[in-house]
């Protein structure tokens, strides 16, 4: 089974609005951090956001926001107040705590802002 | 600059040919990662060291793959004998111990075109 599901390939939103990328996850173990990070065309993997799985409010940077749903795995990251520079793909992550070893990535949205 | 440095950016090489990449991590990062990223796809892991010993390593690593971390600082990957099917970005990250939750950071990839 897949350990992270991003089933938005591609999102259009329009510049100054709010987008929500989907994310679901999949583990046992109960303890686990999940991360997102953005990658733009010029391959650099940026992180933005994490949210422990024992952490009891949603995490918040900025105009990033996780929206962590422990009973249903899932932890949509929302950008508030979307810019041009925000168009690039974005990754959901997770370590596991038993390991902690690797982080698993989901296949990605491709988020691209219309003026 | 203290990120994560990777060397070189852009590599073409002729199939069966040798090629060695190069990491250099943050500098008090002594986790550090490999990870494999082809075209519309997410970061797959490929090995893992916490100072100069590999803790892990993925299926994905076949016998062609080494890895290297002399002295717990920089880290080399090599691919001998390369395929096509090796042509992909790869991705090196470095993280803390400090917390079970730390980020990782990455650098911007070395990007790797078999013909």
């Known amino acids: 089974a897949q350990k992270i599901t991003q089933t938005q390939p591609g999102m259009f939103v329009q510049e100054k609005e709010a987008v929500t990328l989907d994310c679901t996850y999949d583990t046992s173990d109960p303890s686990y951090g999940l991360f997102w990070y953005k990658q733009p065309s010029s391959g650099e993997m940026i992180f933005l956001i994490y949210?422990?799985?024992?952490?009891?409010q949603n995490a918040t940077e900025g105009r990033y926001s996780l929206n962590f749903q422990k009973a249903r795995k899932s932890a949509n990251l929302v950008i508030s107040a979307s810019q041009l520079g925000d168009s690039a793909m974005y990754f959901c992550a997770m370590r596991e705590g038993n390991t902690g070893n690797q982080f698993y990535f989901g296949t990605g949205t491709s988020l691209t802002v219309i003026p | 600059d203290t990120g994560v440095s990777q060397d070189p950016r852009h590599k073409i090489t002729k199939r069966g040919q040798n090629v060695t990449f190069r990491c250099d991590p943050i500098?008090?990062?002594?986790?550090l990662y490999w990870y494999r990223q082809t075209l519309g796809q997410g970061p797959e892991f490929l090995t893992y060291f916490q100072n100069e010993a590999q803790l892990e390593k993925s299926r994905l690593l076949s016998d062609r793959f080494s890895a290297e971390r002399p002295k717990g600082s920089f880290s080399t990957l090599e691919i001998q004998r390369t395929e096509q099917g090796d042509s992909a970005m790869y991705l090196c990250a470095s993280s803390s111990v400090t917390g079970v939750w730390t980020e990782a950071f990455f650098g911007q990839g070395t990007r790797l075109t078999v013909v």
């Open positions: 949210q422990g799985s024992y952490d009891q």
């Open positions: 500098s008090e990062h002594n986790r």
